[in-house]
C-alpha cells in the first residue's frame, strides 16, 4: 500500500514563506506523476503544483513565481511557498499516481492571516 504523508502546514503572516513535504513510502522515481492539490473551505480541491515522470512541471497560475515544486531525495517531494497571501489558505495536499492508480495524503493546513 502506497503512503503519502504532508507536513510543514501552520500559521504564517501575509508575505511570508512555508516549506511542506511529502513523504512517501516508495520511491518518488516510480510514480507516474506528483503534484500538490489544495482546497479551500467552500471549494473545490485545484492543482497547485505538479510534475510527471516524463519530466514536465506546471504550476496554477496564481502561485507562479512564488510556488516552487522540488524533489529533496528518492521518498520526498516539497512545496516551497512564498510572498504567501491570505487567498493561499487551504489544505494542502500530496497526491502520486502509481500506474492507474491514485493516492493522497492526509493533508496539511496553511493559514495565512496576520
Known amino acids: 500500500q502506497v503512503q503519502l504523508v504532508e507536513s510543514g502546514g501552520g500559521l504564517v503572516q501575509p508575505g511570508g514563506s512555508l516549506r511542506l513535504s511529502c513523504a512517501a513510502s516508495?520511491?518518488?522515481?516510480?510514480?507516474?506523476?506528483m503534484g500538490w492539490y489544495r482546497q479551500a473551505p467552500g471549494k473545490e480541491r485545484e492543482l497547485v503544483a505538479g510534475?510527471?515522470?516524463?519530466?514536465?512541471t506546471n504550476y496554477a497560475d496564481s502561485v507562479k513565481g512564488r510556488f516552487t515544486i522540488s524533489v529533496d531525495n528518492a521518498k520526498t517531494v516539497s512545496l516551497r511557498m512564498n510572498v504567501l497571501k491570505p487567498e493561499d489558505t487551504a489544505v494542502y495536499y500530496c497526491?502520486?499516481?502509481?500506474?492507474?492508480?491514485?493516492?493522497w495524503g492526509q493533508g496539511t493546513q496553511v493559514t495565512v492571516s496576520s
Open positions: 516508495e520511491s518518488i522515481f516510480r510514480f507516474k506523476a
Open positions: 497526491k502520486g499516481t502509481w500506474y492507474s492508480y491514485e493516492y
Open positions: 510534475f510527471t515522470s516524463g519530466g514536465s
